[in-house]
């Protein structure tokens, strides 16, 4: 089932952000007493009760015509199409605005479950504005203090109220892998090239898969799991900012995943974006692919060179193959199932014991880290403790004294020991004597 979404919305300066980080538990969004501070939705996923949920901030909406206000409203019209529940904040100490109808009239466009918020309920005349938010029209106010935890739980219990517990469920041992991206890079295309059936919509127009897809892959006589993930499809200016916009569906099936096929557009070249998809999957510790698509349509320069390419913009991804391919004419798509066979057995490789300490006590031998005010780095040993992605776990005389180079170092000559091309690994140091 679909991890559900819970969006924050409202006008800019009623304490969005710092619920935000009082929701996921860390200081995330960025907080300053300026409205209009926060202009992109940042997503998280939190838990409350064992219920796990995607929390999304939104910039403030603001009637003014300021340079960034469009692009506000823009996110939040977004968030509130990705969002199952939404939070609608309203600043109980300066009662109800112009602005927070605006806002209202935006939601009143969704039939999605709406909770308003009226914060800074700690203000001496903050009660006396509250019967005024009565206008708005919804069925359920929360007064809060989203700085003193005043009203936090009834919030919160509101928003889960319907939520499922994360609970665990029968163990589906099929890989899942999904193809993530920027709209219009070609995703439907190449699952449609995968699947030899034209499942999916496919048009030339960013933004025309309207929801993540699942599917059975057969491939040499085993069950694999596709997920698409879906583009955006709005009107006007939502529709013109879909491709800045568009990261949640991919996050969303990143989570679900074991492998993410990050597919760029040959033809427009590496972005931002691009790097930003891929640096989330390694950050949920996903196998990763870089699928080069439309490379049928590149005449000036060679694979090597792309490659190198490549490699200069994902410095972060070095392990990560590359494939290149083209989705529509289906040439060099051969080429990519034996690659995702490579990273499936990657993200599951397990390593003796034996022969992991051997290798890590030969690389400290070979680069003994220095000394800092007089204390050395000891590493006395070390076990994998985890798969999807490798894990291992190095005993250590004071984890402190861990430098993120010198873990680098041994990351790198792990890798030089091992085939784990394709899969982030995971090195936790852990002092000698600690519990596990």
Request: glycine fraction near 6%; proline fraction near 3%.
């Amino acid at each position: 089932m679909a991890i559900p979404v819970v969006a924050i919305v409202g006008k800019p300066n009623v304490g969005k952000s710092t619920l935000f980080n009082k929701i996921v538990g860390k200081k995330i969004a960025i907080i300053e007493d300026i409205p209009g501070v926060t202009r992109d939705r940042i997503y998280q996923d939190a838990t409350y009760n064992n219920k796990k949920f995607f929390l999304i901030d939104t910039g403030g909406i603001d009637l003014e015509k300021e340079n960034f206000n469009s692009e506000i409203k823009i996110q939040a019209e977004i968030a509130i199409k990705e969002a199952d529940v939404i939070i609608f904040m309203v600043d109980g100490k300066e009662g109800l605005s112009s602005n927070d109808l605006v806002v209202r009239d935006l939601l009143r466009k969704t039939k999605k479950k709406i909770i308003v918020a009226i914060n800074k309920i700690d203000f001496k005349n903050a009660k006396n504005n509250l019967f005024d938010f009565y206008e708005l029209g919804f069925d359920t106010y929360i007064p809060i203090s989203s700085i003193h935890n005043t009203g936090f739980i009834e919030l919160m219990d509101n928003v889960t109220l319907n939520f499922k517990e994360d609970i665990e469920t029968k163990e589906d041992n099929r890989l899942k892998f999904s193809i993530i991206g920027r709209p219009n890079v070609g995703k439907s295309s190449l699952m449609n090239a995968l699947l030899n059936e034209d499942r999916v919509v496919v048009s030339d127009i960013a933004g025309t898969t309207r929801d993540s897809i699942d599917s059975v892959l057969k491939y040499h006589g085993k069950d694999y799991i596709l997920i698409d993930t879906a583009g955006m499809r709005k009107k006007g200016k939502v529709f013109e900012a879909v491709e800045k916009y568009s990261l949640l569906r991919s996050m969303r099936a990143i989570d679900r995943s074991d492998l993410c096929l990050v597919v760029i557009n040959a033809e427009e070249g590496i972005t931002e974006q691009d790097k930003h998809i891929a640096g989330y999957a390694i950050e949920k510790g996903k196998g990763l692919i870089l699928v080069v698509n439309k490379w049928d349509t590149v005449k000036d320069t060679t694979i090597n060179d792309y490659k190198k390419l490549i490699r200069a913009e994902f410095q972060f991804a070095t392990y990560a193959p590359v494939v290149f391919l083209s989705a529509l004419t289906k040439k060099r798509i051969h080429t990519l199932m034996p690659e995702i066979l490579k990273v499936e057995e990657n993200i599951k490789r397990e390593i003796k014991t034996s022969v992991l300490n051997e290798v890590i006590l030969d690389a400290y031998q070979l680069n003994i880290p220095p000394s800092y005010k007089g204390k050395r780095l000891k590493i006395y040993f070390s076990s994998q403790t985890g798969i999807k992605p490798p894990t291992f776990t190095l005993r250590v005389n004071n984890k402190g004294l861990v430098h993120f180079s010198y873990e680098r170092y041994l990351e790198n000559r792990l890798r030089d020991n091992f085939d784990l091309q394709g899969t982030p690994i995971v090195l936790q140091f852990k002092n000698r004597g600690d519990n596990e």
